[in-house]
């Protein structure tokens, strides 16, 4: 028999090796022209696929945010078909430094302007934005000055205008009386989820007084107060020209800002969703509604065409489907884009300019 003998081979060109990829579920920071951003990167990126981001509300970060909805059952159909990546505004991550005194926090728009650096770090080309909020007004801002990278957006609580005079006077009148973590606890919830004390108003309550960055979502809290109006004109240069769901709960703060922000979108892209029972963050107390809203629209878009509908949805879809049937001009549903197979629709023409966007109350 042959003897063998081992033989080392130094190899004389060393393989490639390929660039570090984010580490699923890690946070990672990037430098931008207005300071540090932390993201956190749930999954691999998919083939010509956008990456879903989402950006978090004043008084929240990704976690308190979104993690209801991103946990929920349901969503993990979505998750597997997606990367997703969750922006911290700065300062709101979990263990953030506190700011210097006399820190000047960074302008809404300026937030908006460092979402380029993440996609450029991450080598990403688009992406479908979920925001609530400021979140929201910071992703529809990004999407007017980036709308080729914007593949869809879905906001929930938008006020695209800035404060007016009397809304100013009230702010500074009401910082005279109530406490940060009061004013924030009004924004981010209805009425009656406060006069009730609700066990989720008491949670995030108590998560907003004992804040250890409490200064620093102060900051954020007032450039979001500071912000610009974004002059949205239905028919004219400034609009957002991907698809878009607005989402807001009834009795919510912002129901009269979303309502007057989809008077003045493009009907023919825009799907308006008003949640029951949901009071003032759909995402936290409707989960299951908002996901099953979400799988409709990303469908519409030619994405998971292939996804089944829920027991919820088939139960839906007759009402919805009549509903449209006794009104020519609502043709634009959630519940059609599911029905498609994912395909992308094109509206019919229908004069009256607000003929293809609807009002769903589920």
């Given at each position: 028999?042959?003897?063998?003998?081992?033989v080392?081979?130094?190899?004389?060109?060393?393989?490639?090796?390929?660039p570090?990829?984010?580490?699923?579920?890690?946070?990672?920071s990037?430098?931008?022209?207005?300071?540090?951003?932390?993201?956190?990167?749930?999954?691999t990126?998919?083939?010509?696929?956008?990456a879903?981001?989402t950006?978090?509300?004043?008084?929240?970060?990704?976690?308190?945010?979104?993690?209801?909805?991103?946990?929920?059952?349901?969503?993990?159909?979505?998750?597997?078909?997606?990367?997703?990546?969750?922006?911290?505004?700065?300062?709101?991550?979990?263990?953030?430094?506190l700011?210097?005194?006399?820190?000047?926090?960074p302008?809404?728009?300026?937030?908006a302007?460092?979402?380029p650096?993440?996609?450029?770090?991450?080598?990403?080309?688009?992406?479908?934005?979920?925001?609530?909020?400021?979140?929201a007004?910071i992703?529809?801002?990004?999407?007017l000055?980036?709308?080729?990278?914007?593949?869809?957006?879905?906001?929930?609580?938008?006020?695209?205008?800035a404060?007016?005079w009397?809304?100013?006077?009230?702010?500074?009148?009401?910082?005279?009386?109530?406490?940060?973590?009061e004013m924030?606890?009004?924004?981010?919830?209805?009425?009656?989820?406060?006069?009730g004390?609700?066990?989720?108003?008491?949670?995030y309550?108590?998560?907003?007084?004992?804040?250890?960055?409490?200064?620093?979502?102060q900051?954020?809290?007032?450039?979001?107060?500071?912000?610009?109006d974004?002059?949205?004109?239905?028919g004219?240069?400034?609009?957002?020209?991907?698809?878009?769901?607005?989402?807001?709960?009834d009795?919510?703060p912002?129901?009269d800002?979303?309502v007057?922000?989809?008077?003045?979108?493009?009907?023919?892209?825009?799907?308006?969703?008003?949640?029951?029972d949901?009071?003032?963050?759909p995402?936290?107390?409707?989960?299951?509604k908002?996901t099953?809203?979400f799988?409709?629209?990303v469908?519409?878009?030619?994405y998971m065409?292939?996804?089944?509908?829920?027991?919820?949805?088939r139960?839906?879809t007759?009402s919805?489907s009549?509903?449209?049937?006794?009104?020519?001009?609502?043709?634009?549903?959630?519940?059609?884009?599911?029905?498609s197979?994912?395909?992308q629709?094109?509206?019919?023409?229908?004069?009256?300019?607000?003929?293809?966007?609807m009002?769903?109350?589920?």
């Amino acid at each position: 028999m042959t003897e063998l003998h081992e033989v080392q081979i130094t190899e004389e060109k060393p393989l490639l090796v390929p660039p570090a990829q984010p580490v699923p579920g890690k946070k990672h920071s990037v430098e931008t022209p207005y300071g540090l951003v932390t993201f956190t990167v749930h999954g691999t990126p998919k083939p010509k696929r956008p990456a879903i981001l989402t950006y978090h509300d004043v008084g929240l970060n990704h976690q308190s945010c979104f993690e209801p909805l991103f946990h929920y059952e349901d969503m993990q159909e979505i998750v597997k078909n997606f990367v997703v990546v969750h922006v911290d505004a700065p300062g709101m991550e979990e263990g953030a430094p506190l700011f210097p005194l006399g820190y000047q926090y960074p302008s809404l728009d300026q937030l908006a302007d460092m979402i380029p650096c993440i996609l450029q770090y991450l080598n990403f080309t688009s992406i479908i934005g979920i925001g609530v909020g400021a979140g929201a007004y910071i992703l529809a801002r990004y999407s007017l000055s980036h709308p080729d990278t914007v593949e869809g957006l879905v906001l929930i609580n938008i006020d695209p205008n800035a404060k007016g005079w009397m809304d100013w006077a009230a702010h500074k009148l009401s910082g005279l009386t109530s406490s940060v973590p009061e004013m924030i606890l009004a924004h981010l919830f209805s009425q009656e989820e406060l006069s009730g004390c609700t066990e989720l108003v008491q949670q995030y309550k108590e998560g907003l007084i004992g804040a250890p960055n409490l200064s620093n979502i102060q900051l954020y809290w007032s450039s979001y107060n500071s912000r610009r109006d974004l002059n949205f004109e239905r028919g004219g240069d400034v609009t957002l020209k991907c698809p878009v769901m607005l989402v807001v709960g009834d009795q919510a703060p912002h129901e009269d800002a979303v309502v007057e922000c989809n008077s003045k979108l493009d009907p023919t892209q825009t799907s308006f969703l008003k949640m029951a029972d949901s009071g003032g963050q759909p995402q936290l107390t409707q989960p299951g509604k908002l996901t099953e809203a979400f799988k409709y629209f990303v469908q519409g878009m030619g994405y998971m065409a292939s996804s089944c509908m829920t027991r919820l949805s088939r139960s839906r879809t007759a009402s919805l489907s009549s509903a449209a049937s006794g009104d020519g001009n609502r043709s634009r549903t959630l519940s059609q884009s599911s029905e498609s197979g994912g395909s992308q629709q094109q509206p019919p023409s229908a004069p009256g300019g607000g003929a293809h966007t609807m009002e769903v109350s589920c």
